[in-house]
């Protein structure tokens, strides 16, 4: 079975760090490019962070210096580490393919709860 299972989420002050992990079944991570999205509170799903199949790292310039996206290709998973968290990068967040025609449904995701 295809899927795609989030985690890691949590409250954390501003400035605080959590690492979003997202664990694959039925298809190889390494084989497609992968990517994390942020679903903020009332607004739409958009990529954060993007890796390529060779291994090559793409972020949104809002995350730039703040957030690494990771590949363990032998536990077949994705990971965010999210440094210096902001109040803006509250929300759900999901991994799934990068390429809209190859995308997979999308999980539960995780919430990440940024406040003071």
């Known amino acids: 079975q295809v899927q795609l299972v989030e985690s890691g989420g949590g409250l954390v002050q501003p400035g605080g760090s959590l690492r979003l992990s997202c664990a694959a079944s039925?298809?190889?991570?390494?084989?497609?490019?992968m990517a994390w999205y942020h679903q903020a509170p009332g607004k739409e799903r958009e990529w954060v962070a993007i890796?390529?199949?060779?291994?090559?790292?793409h972020y949104v310039e809002s995350v730039k210096g703040r957030f690494t996206i990771s590949r363990d290709n032998a536990k077949n998973t994705l990971a965010l580490q999210m440094n210096n968290l902001k109040l803006e990068d509250t929300g759900a967040y999901y991994c799934n393919r990068h390429s809209p025609q190859l995308r997979l449904s999308w999980g539960q995701g995780t919430q990440v709860t940024v406040s003071s």
């Open positions: 890796m390529s199949t060779g291994g090559s790292a």
């Open positions: 039925g298809f190889t991570v390494s084989n497609y490019w």
